[in-house]
C-alpha cells in the first residue's frame, strides 16, 4: 500500500512561487513505470489534473498551466515537487498528489489527503 | 479539450434507493480510459471505477460503472449511509486529462 503525504507553505503571496512536496510515507518507490501526478480542487469543488513526473524525471503538464507549472522528482528521498509561478488568486486550492496503477492503469489509485494552499497577499 | 458534464448535481435520495449518475463527454472517449471517484467531505477522492466498469480494489460490488463512446453511467444499487458524497467522473484518454464538476448524492 503506497502513502503520499503533500507539505509547503499553506499561504502564497500574489505573483510569488508556490512550492509543494509530495512524500512516498508508505510502500515502493521503485516501480518505473508509474507516473507521479499532482491535482488540484477549487474552492467550488472543481478538480483540475495539473501535469505529472516520471520515474524518469520526464514531465507533462496540462496546457492550461504549462507556462507557469515545473516538476521535478528525487525518489533517493522518495519525494517529488511541484512548483507554480507566478500564482495568482485563482490558483487558491486544495492540492493532492497521486499515483497511478502503472503503464497499463493511469487512473490515481493513490492519494495523498491534500494541503490547502491560499494565495494572498 | 474533452469536457465532462455531469448530470444531475445533485441527487436526493433515501438509503436503499439506487442512484445512477450520469456524465456525457464532449467527444468519443476510449472507455478503457474512464474512471469514477467518490469523494467525502474532507477527504481525498478515491478511485472506484476504472476502465469504464471495473471496481477498483475493495469498492463494493453495489457500485456498478457502465457505458461507451460519449455516455457513461455510475450506478449505486442500494444506497447506504457512507455512499453520500460527491462524485467525479475523468477521463484519461487524450490529454489534457479532465474531471466532470461532479455530483452530490444527498439525504
Known amino acids: 500500500q503506497v502513502q503520499l503525504q503533500e507539505s509547503g507553505p499553506g499561504l502564497v503571496k500574489p505573483s510569488e512561487t508556490l512550492s509543494l512536496t509530495c512524500t512516498v510515507t508508505?510502500?515502493?518507490?521503485?516501480?518505473?513505470?508509474?507516473?507521479w501526478s499532482w491535482l488540484r480542487q477549487s474552492p467550488g469543488g472543481r478538480l483540475e489534473w495539473i501535469g505529472f513526473?516520471?520515474?524518469?524525471?520526464?514531465?507533462t503538464y496540462n496546457p492550461s498551466l504549462k507556462s507557469r507549472v515545473s516538476m521535478s522528482i528525487d525518489m533517493s528521498k522518495r519525494q517529488f515537487s511541484l512548483k507554480l509561478s507566478p500564482v495568482i488568486a485563482a490558483d487558491t486550492a486544495i492540492y493532492f498528489c497521486?499515483?497511478?496503477?502503472?503503464?497499463?492503469?493511469?487512473?490515481?489509485?493513490?492519494w495523498g489527503q491534500g494541503i490547502l494552499v491560499t494565495v494572498s497577499s | 479539450e474533452v469536457v465532462l458534464t455531469q448530470s444531475p448535481n445533485i441527487l436526493s435520495l433515501s438509503p436503499g434507493e439506487e442512484a445512477t449518475l450520469s456524465c456525457r463527454a464532449s467527444?468519443?472517449?476510449?472507455?478503457?480510459?474512464f474512471a469514477w471517484y467518490q469523494q467525502r467531505p474532507g477527504q481525498a477522492p478515491r478511485l472506484l471505477i476504472y476502465?469504464?466498469?471495473n471496481r477498483a480494489t475493495g469498492v463494493p460490488d453495489r457500485f456498478s460503472g457502465s457505458g461507451s463512446g460519449t455516455d457513461f453511467a455510475l450506478t449505486i444499487s442500494r444506497l447506504e449511509p457512507e455512499d453520500f458524497a460527491v462524485y467525479y467522473c475523468?477521463?484519461?484518454?487524450?490529454?489534457?486529462?479532465?474531471f466532470g464538476q461532479g455530483t452530490k448524492v444527498e439525504v
Open positions: 497521486a499515483r497511478d496503477g502503472g503503464v497499463t492503469a493511469r487512473h490515481w489509485v493513490y
Open positions: 508508505h510502500g515502493s518507490v521503485t516501480r518505473d513505470d508509474v507516473w
Open positions: 513526473v516520471s520515474h524518469s524525471g520526464s514531465t
Open positions: 467527444q468519443y472517449v476510449t472507455p478503457s480510459f
Open positions: 476502465g469504464s466498469s
Open positions: 475523468q477521463h484519461y484518454a487524450d490529454m489534457p486529462w479532465t
